[in-house]
């Protein structure tokens, strides 16, 4: 079973791309809400004292007026968590969306966003036709 991962596809009613289930819930979230953001908005480079590029981060979103970066991960790998304390280092404000925070995300969402939430078992895999055209809010 795929948990937020994985289903990487154009979600027309977001108007772009994303690699998974939950970064397309957390951007019908933030639509919802009204929040503007830049999704894989830029790569930013991590350098060795020696200037030689040793590693760089894309975080999924960027939220402009909060001057603030929003990282989906169900489950934080070691590399992950090395590039979004590095990031950190440098000044940025990250906020990692976890396993449990997107279930409490989901709890309150879910219903508002209707049929285009995504899960396992309806996503833009099994149920396409739900996925195409204008995204209307209730």
Known sequence: EKVGKGIGDMRHDLG??????????????????????RYEMEAYPFYDANGELIDSYLPDFYLP??????????????????????????????????????????????????????????NIETHPHLFEGEQTWK
């Open 16 to 37: 772009h791309y994303v690699r998974s289930m939950w970064e397309a819930n957390v951007a019908r979230i933030l639509k919802l809400k009204n929040i503007e953001y």
């Open 65 to 122: 007026k909060y001057d603030a970066y929003l990282e989906v991960k169900g489950q934080m790998d070691k590399i992950s968590l090395r590039k979004i304390e590095l990031f950190r280092q440098e000044g940025k404000r990250v906020i990692v969306i976890d396993g449990l925070i997107y279930n409490k995300l989901a709890k309150k969402f879910k219903d508002k966003i209707g049929k285009r939430w995504e899960y396992s078992g309806r």
